[in-house]
């Protein structure tokens, strides 16, 4: 086989490399959590540790333009999935160990930067090899591609996790503890293979990135433009108050984001529905992230269509108010799982539907000027940061105060992210179209 030349279609390498991508990250950062709980680990830790390992996707703009200085894009590409499938293989082999955890969170730790560093270098990829009209236009196929991740990983890893578990092995579903690392350790093994089976094709197939006109040269030129982006950022008009939305927006999602499958699978005497692991693939990988996908399609065009100044109060509310669909089924506990199905797939297409605002605020008022890459960037670590920071407390919150108290102060958080936004300033045009009065004149926003 011989690497194939820039020219291969996007069509062969777009998708894999954005599934792939996303396929590391949820496994780190979302599905690791359910992993934690079925070994035994409570419900404070297990959110604690996996919320850790978003720090290095949070600040990766600090180490993305020394990434750009070395070799070529494709290059740390292949790398990173070769260490990532590596990395997973051995954490299956590690399971086996007395004392395997310590072990698991130092892999898993390395592995959020290798993960890091290969978003890094598949954007450049991605931008460098395509004109703007092919970037535009493979666009959708891009996100759709990085959605499926999520299926594949938060969906069927956690349901075949359940079937192995049960049907399998023949454990005892409702029983956490270390009867579930074998099924875990299938499971890792599988996404290894996955990941390096995805490397292998992009060493054939993935072209090899340009270098960007703005790439440093040197270390020491890549520590200035990181100092001048920062300067820049904060003489911003109103930086702040863009600062607190951008970290503010999605404050009560992230309370919620990790105790939600918790609760799920909690038993009732623990105040949880008692679902298993094939089920809560099912709902969340499967129904809600359709669900998640079908919102952020309407709110985009909602937003098309009226504008972002107009609409973006709406979308907070969107964003927020559902969270309630916890709320009341922690009260009720349905056993339905139709009932259960409906209130997830609200709180997550109102999700989706709220938030295509934050990244249509950051792109037209946080981002313009002369560092809009990595002012967009900054802006998308303080919500890494947000989630990192709601996700450390939210388990040993959620243990302190129950299900019922705890989902009512989700639905409390959500007051900052109302005010974060009727306050969020509006410096440049958001490309809407001026209302018009009865006798067809602009009226003023």
């Not at 396929?23 to 919320?51: E, H, P």
């Not at 959620?398 to 409390?412: D, L």
């Not at 410096?427 to 004149?441: I, M, R, T």
Request: charged fraction near 10%; hydrophobic fraction near 55%.
């Amino acid at each position: 086989m011989h690497p194939a030349k820039p020219s291969a279609s996007p069509l062969l390498w777009v998708p894999t490399g954005y599934f792939t991508m996303a396929l590391g990250y949820v496994m780190l950062t979302s599905v690791t959590a359910i992993m934690f709980k079925n070994l035994g680990m409570d419900n404070g830790r297990a959110a604690q540790y996996s919320s850790l390992l978003i720090l290095a996707y949070t600040i990766k703009p600090l180490f993305a333009p020394f990434v750009e200085m070395y070799r070529t894009k494709k290059f740390f590409v292949l790398c990173a999935q070769v260490l990532i499938g590596a990395g997973f293989a051995g954490v299956a082999l590690l399971m086996e160990l007395p004392g395997y955890m310590s072990f698991l969170m130092a892999i898993f730790f390395v592995l959020s930067f290798i993960g890091a560093t290969q978003d890094i270098a598949s954007d450049g990829v991605y931008v460098t090899s395509l004109d703007a009209r092919s970037q535009s236009l493979y666009c959708g196929i891009q996100s759709l591609s990085w959605n499926i991740g999520p299926i594949v990983a938060a969906g069927g890893m956690v349901f075949l996790s359940g079937y192995l578990h049960t049907s399998v092995f023949g454990y005892d579903p409702k029983v956490f503890g270390p009867d579930w690392i074998d099924a875990w350790r299938i499971i890792f093994l599988l996404v290894a293979a996955i990941t390096l089976l995805m490397a292998a094709w992009h060493w054939r197939i993935m072209p090899e990135g340009a270098r960007a006109a703005d790439t440093p040269s040197s270390v020491k030129d890549a520590g200035r433009i990181l100092l001048d982006a920062f300067v820049t950022l904060f003489q911003k008009r109103d930086v702040w108050r863009m600062i607190a939305f951008a970290f503010l927006f999605r404050l009560s999602v992230g309370f919620l984001e990790k105790i939600g499958p918790f609760f799920m699978v909690d038993p009732a005497a623990k105040g949880g529905l008692g679902l298993s692991n094939e089920m809560l693939g099912l709902i969340y990988g499967t129904y809600g992230l359709a669900a998640v996908l079908l919102g952020s399609l309407l709110g985009g065009l909602y937003v098309a269509r009226r504008g972002l100044k107009r609409t973006l109060f709406v979308l907070c509310c969107a964003i927020n108010i559902p969270n309630a669909a916890f709320l009341v089924m922690s009260i009720y506990l349905p056993s339905s799982l139709m009932l259960i199905t409906l209130g997830v797939v609200v709180e997550k297409f109102f999700f989706g539907f709220g938030a295509v605002g934050f990244m249509i605020y950051l792109m037209q008022q946080l981002a313009p000027g002369k560092y809009t890459t990595t002012h967009y960037a900054f802006g998308t670590g303080l919500m890494g940061l947000c989630n990192l920071v709601t996700g450390v407390v939210s388990g040993h919150l959620q243990e302190m105060m129950g299900y019922v108290s705890y989902f009512v102060f989700v639905m409390v958080a959500t007051i900052p992210s109302f005010l974060a936004t009727w306050f969020a300033p509006f410096h440049h045009d958001d490309g809407s179209a001026p209302a018009l009065d009865a006798n067809g004149k602009a009226v003023p926003a």
